[in-house]
């Protein structure tokens, strides 16, 4: 599976933004993660085939995880940013999960390059 994000940026605090991620084919499990420099990559939001989805404390109400399985892109709808969203984002996918899609980097199998975003 390739994975090729875009749509990354800078903003101002409070601002928006929509990440895009286009699949080489559709998966079960499709999420976003970011890493800050220095810091750990972590899970911001994944959502299953049937379009359950889960978040991470930090982004819930202001994030929201879609897709549109027949074009196979993933998005990241980014609102009300905030400095500490400053990071790189990147999309994974896992072919097959046995219950909700994790938010666990670990349980990723296919990665794409990631998209940087700057808020300042």
């Known amino acids: 599976v390739q994975l090729v994000e875009s749509g990354g940026g800078s903003v101002q605090t409070g601002g928006s933004l929509r990440l895009s991620c286009v699949a080489s084919?559709?998966?079960?499990?499709m999420a976003w993660f970011r890493q800050a420099p220095g810091k750990q990559r972590e899970g911001v939001a994944s959502i299953d085939s049937d379009g359950s989805t889960s978040y991470a404390d930090s982004v819930k109400g202001r994030f929201t995880i879609s897709q549109d399985n027949a074009l196979k892109i993933l998005y990241l709808q980014l609102n009300s940013l905030k400095p500490e969203d400053t990071a790189r984002y990147y999309c994974?996918?896992?072919?097959?999960?046995?219950?909700?899609?994790?938010?666990?980097?670990?349980?990723?199998?296919?990665w794409g390059q990631g998209t940087q975003v700057t808020v300042s």
């Open positions: 084919e559709n998966t079960y499990c």
């Open positions: 994974a996918a896992r072919p097959g999960y046995a219950g909700s899609c994790p938010i666990t980097h670990y349980l990723y199998d296919y």
